[in-house]
């Protein structure tokens, strides 16, 4: 099943609802930041969510999603243009832990919850906007549902969830979100609690074969009307272009210094592992280049 995601009314119950598989693109950055399990569920669970705050917002509009709880994974980033494309990576994807009760992979206690999610909206301004809370749980899912709660003022259901199989690849991911509109009664909010109460794990139901239209259908029978299809993609923006302006931004004593110690400069992008070599003559035009 490939990518995609769906953007949906319920007229009847007064909710907005999304809904995403991203089991490709997740087994795409798996492979190239190497991550390990707990790091992949961390960076799914986010990348969906980031993916379907996208499916909110004006086209074109970047969307950066900022997670640091404190826990040994350190940083957890995701940022998409809201066009279906998006990218991410963790700081240490090296981390693995499982609850002994359940045998479940260890979000919360691999990101920690003594920190905060960062929401950064660029829409071309002079600033961009930025809106931040403290993380709850660290399980990301969790965090959503306060974030969309304290900073806009939206009650929402936030499912989001990873499977990963036992050679560390991804068998399934995505989520959804449900999100009340201001005219939702409280037969409305009862109505979507009782259906949440043992409701499955996404990340089962998408493996099992559910498409993003049948996981809303399941919540809502025929009363979901889906508004909008969009495929979504695992895709690294870097170029050797944009290396360069890295290094021009630089402070000049810092480029010169790198310039005369190093000889030469290695980049490597952060959201795809792909390495830019820079030589001391590549190194010496862009300072050139600086100052004209």
Request: charge should be negative; aromatic fraction near 6%.
């Amino acid at each position: 099943m490939k990518d995609y995601l769906v953007r949906g009314l319920v007229n009847k119950r007064n909710a907005r609802v999304f809904a995403v598989n991203t089991t490709n693109l997740t087994n795409k950055a798996r492979e190239e930041l190497g991550l390990w399990p707990c790091a992949s569920a961390a960076l799914g669970r986010t990348m969906a969510v980031t993916l379907m705050m996208g499916a909110m917002n004006k086209d074109q509009e970047k969307l950066t999603v900022n997670i640091n709880g404190g826990g040994e994974m350190g940083t957890v980033l995701a940022t998409t243009h809201c066009d279906g494309k998006i990218k991410g990576f963790v700081a240490n994807p090296e981390v693995h832990y499982e609850y002994n009760s359940t045998k479940k992979l260890a979000v919360g206690m691999c990101v920690g919850n003594n920190g905060t999610l960062q929401v950064i909206r660029d829409m071309g301004l002079k600033q961009p906007m930025t809106s931040e809370v403290q993380l709850q749980t660290g399980e990301i899912g969790d965090d959503f549902a306060y974030y969309f709660y304290v900073s806009e003022q939206v009650p929402s259901v936030v499912s989001v969830g990873v499977l990963v199989d036992t050679d560390n690849s991804v068998l399934s991911a995505g989520g959804f979100i449900i999100q009340l509109l201001p005219e939702a009664t409280d037969e409305d909010i009862t109505f979507i609690e009782n259906k949440m109460k043992g409701f499955p794990p996404v990340s089962d139901l998408i493996h099992q074969g559910k498409t993003p239209e049948e996981i809303l259908e399941m919540i809502f029978g025929d009363e979901v009307e889906i508004l909008a299809h969009q495929d979504v993609f695992y895709e690294c923006d870097c170029s050797r272009e944009k290396m360069a302006e890295a290094l021009a931004a630089l402070p000049d004593t810092e480029l010169e210094a790198i310039i005369n110690e190093d000889h030469g400069a290695d980049l490597k992008c952060q959201f795809c592992h792909k390495s830019y070599h820079f030589s001391e003559d590549d190194l010496k035009q862009i300072q050139e280049n600086k100052h004209q």
